[in-house]
């Protein structure tokens, strides 16, 4: 039963990750893309800390601590945030799902380029792959041949994620995601505050009247984003990373179909060939040799150890 409890979070964390997609594409036509940004983290942000007040979990980090975070804020809530809302205001749910999920992949290439980690040819093949996957999607996945602003700033938004990962690894050594989480989110949301100053003096700010539109942004940061964030920790702990990651092959297919029912997106050829390069190349990538076990002597009858 235990088990069972694990594959549906994992699959509920799936469909709400694919679903986020849409349902911010969805909530743009009616806020502007920083403001709508902004308002989410102010949200998630409230959510993850009554969480940590609650369990009384939280520790104060150290100085050095304090520095990674603000890099982890600038990098994967300021900038990916920024950069997501606004490319995905040109471009669909399924473009943005699928360049997102390249994401493993770039940390990768940034780990071997800034921490000179180990990249073997197994690694090399999936990125070409994957790379492969994101050129059709963004070349020929648009409503004309090119490459449109959207998805430029969609890539810009993943290499945004994929910088802080890199920091994250290195934080979650000595804190939990979980403290991460809630610390990088809440450091991000304060920097995000000029930003929304801007867009208003701009005049380029807007929100909805609708009050189902703020009911749909609350859902979405809340249970899209904080439980699904929490879910997903437990099933990685549950069922291990390498079953877990599996799930994640499944969100851009379902923001493609969503899309197409719900925003009337058409489904492109491309964006399915793209799409199975992507998560072919990232399968690729994380794939474990399986190392051969030295063959035991023959032996006769024996008794094993309690």
Same mark, same amino acid.
């Given at each position: 039963?235990?088990? *069972?409890?694990?594959?549906?979070?994992? @699959?509920?964390?799936?469909?709400? @990750?694919?679903?986020?997609? +849409?349902?911010?594409?969805?909530?743009?036509?009616?806020?502007?893309?920083?403001?709508?940004?902004?308002?989410?983290?102010?949200?998630?942000?409230?959510?993850? =800390?009554?969480?940590?007040?609650?369990?009384?979990?939280? *520790?104060?980090? %150290? /100085? *050095?601590?304090?520095?990674?975070?603000? =890099?982890?804020?600038? %990098?994967? %809530? #300021?900038?990916?945030?920024?950069?997501?809302?606004?490319?995905?205001?040109?471009? %669909?749910?399924?473009?943005?799902?699928?360049?997102?999920?390249?994401?493993?992949?770039?940390?990768?290439? #940034?780990?071997?380029?800034?921490?000179? $980690?180990?990249?073997?040819?197994? /690694?090399?093949?999936?990125?070409?792959?994957?790379?492969?996957?994101?050129?059709?999607?963004?070349?020929?996945?648009?409503?004309?041949?090119?490459?449109?602003?959207?998805?430029?700033?969609?890539?810009?938004?993943?290499?945004?994620?994929?910088?802080?990962?890199?920091?994250?690894? /290195?934080?979650?050594?000595?804190?939990?995601?979980? $403290?991460?989480?809630?610390?990088?989110?809440?450091?991000?949301?304060?920097?995000?505050?000029?930003?929304?100053?801007?867009?208003?003096?701009?005049?380029?700010?807007?929100?909805?009247?609708?009050?189902?539109? @703020? +009911?749909?942004?609350?859902?979405?940061?809340?249970?899209?984003?904080?439980?699904?964030?929490?879910?997903?920790?437990?099933?990685?702990?549950?069922?291990?990373?390498?079953?877990?990651?599996?799930?994640?092959?499944?969100?851009?297919?379902?923001? =493609?179909?969503?899309?197409?029912?719900?925003?009337?997106?058409?489904?492109?050829?491309?964006?399915?060939?793209?799409? =199975?390069?992507?998560?072919?190349?990232?399968?690729?990538?994380?794939?474990?040799?399986? *190392?051969?076990?030295?063959?035991?002597? /023959?032996?006769?009858?024996?008794?094993?150890?309690?």
């Amino acid at each position: 039963m235990a088990d *069972r409890t694990v594959f549906l979070k994992l @699959w509920a964390v799936s469909l709400l @990750w694919g679903g986020n997609y +849409v349902a911010s594409a969805y909530m743009l036509r009616d806020f502007s893309p920083i403001f709508l940004s902004f308002a989410r983290l102010v949200v998630m942000s409230l959510f993850l =800390i009554s969480v940590a007040i609650i369990n009384k979990s939280m *520790r104060w980090p %150290t /100085k *050095r601590e304090w520095g990674l975070l603000l =890099i982890v804020g600038i %990098t994967g %809530t #300021l900038i990916n945030q920024l950069f997501y809302f606004t490319g995905l205001q040109e471009s %669909t749910p399924g473009n943005a799902a699928l360049i997102i999920a390249l994401s493993p992949i770039t940390t990768t290439l #940034l780990a071997r380029i800034f921490l000179k $980690e180990m990249f073997t040819a197994q /690694k090399l093949v999936g990125a070409i792959v994957a790379l492969v996957g994101v050129v059709c999607i963004v070349l020929f996945g648009g409503k004309e041949l090119g490459i449109s602003h959207g998805d430029v700033f969609l890539l810009a938004a993943m290499l945004g994620m994929s910088a802080s990962l890199l920091f994250i690894r /290195k934080l979650t050594s000595a804190m939990s995601a979980y $403290e991460v989480t809630i610390y990088s989110t809440v450091i991000g949301t304060i920097l995000m505050s000029p930003a929304v100053a801007v867009e208003a003096v701009a005049g380029d700010l807007h929100a909805s009247d609708q009050l189902m539109m @703020w +009911v749909l942004l609350v859902c979405v940061a809340v249970i899209g984003q904080g439980l699904a964030g929490f879910w997903w920790n437990s099933g990685i702990a549950a069922a291990g990373a390498s079953v877990s990651a599996m799930f994640m092959n499944i969100p851009p297919f379902i923001a =493609i179909i969503v899309s197409h029912f719900v925003l009337g997106d058409p489904i492109l050829l491309t964006q399915i060939g793209g799409g =199975i390069l992507i998560l072919t190349g990232v399968a690729i990538t994380n794939m474990k040799r399986k *190392r051969r076990l030295p063959r035991e002597p /023959k032996a006769g009858l024996g008794v094993k150890g309690a």
